[in-house]
């Protein structure tokens, strides 16, 4: 029993040191590898929470934060013409979009918590969380970009490809079912026959 109460200690006390290192700001640390992990790690855990939000109702009548209605005129005020279906990492990260988007993400500091977190962000909306369709990208910019997704119909997609997903496999367990019930029930009454004939 000690042996295992002295390897719970250890990984608490690591938790709360990075749980307390989290709570400095970015700037205050370099290139700590167990930090950028950790980053990593609560950037991945949103990004699946809100994919299966995405998945399980409808995306349009989704309200991700207290602001939505502003977030979203004012990206689509700045941003009019930005296609969110499928991105161009281009028009988020090159210099040129840094400076349209720059003042964007700032009219929401004090407004939206941890507006400049590092969240994950999907490319083509059509598709889930990959390594290949995935951009590092600041808080705001992932809400304003989803926000507009859900208003616009275009994460209805996620929604419906997994519901037609499970309308499938719910389809072919039935027909399994049915099968199995047939066959079964063929034989019983093989059975059954074969026993009134006695």
């Known amino acids: 029993m000690d042996a295992a109460g002295e390897s719970e200690e250890p990984v608490s006390g690591e938790a709360l040191s990075i749980a307390h290192a989290l709570s400095h700001p970015p700037e205050s640390y370099g290139n700590d590898p167990d930090i950028e992990m950790a980053w990593a790690i609560r950037a991945m855990q949103h990004a699946e929470v809100y994919y299966k939000l995405i ?23 700045i941003f009019e013409t930005l296609r969110v279906d499928v991105l161009d990492p281009e028009e988020l990260k090159s210099e040129s979009a840094k400076e349209k988007w720059r003042p964007f993400c700032l009219k929401f500091e004090g407004i939206v918590e941890d507006y400049n977190y590092g969240t994950l962000l999907r490319l083509d909306c059509s598709q889930g969380y990959t390594e290949e369709n995935t951009i590092f990208a600041p808080r705001i910019q992932f809400f304003a970009i989803e926000i507009a997704r859900n208003r616009e119909g275009y994460n209805k997609a996620v929604s419906v490809s997994i519901q ?3 309308g499938e496999e719910g389809a072919g367990n039935k027909e399994e079912a049915a099968e199995k019930g047939a066959d079964s029930g063929g034989e019983k009454e093989e059975g059954a026959n074969r026993e009134g004939e006695k």
């Open 164 to 166: 037609d997903k499970e």
């Open 55 to 77: 998945s399980s109702v409808d995306p349009q009548f989704l309200k991700l934060t207290k602001v939505d209605d502003q977030i979203y005129s004012e990206f689509r005020e």
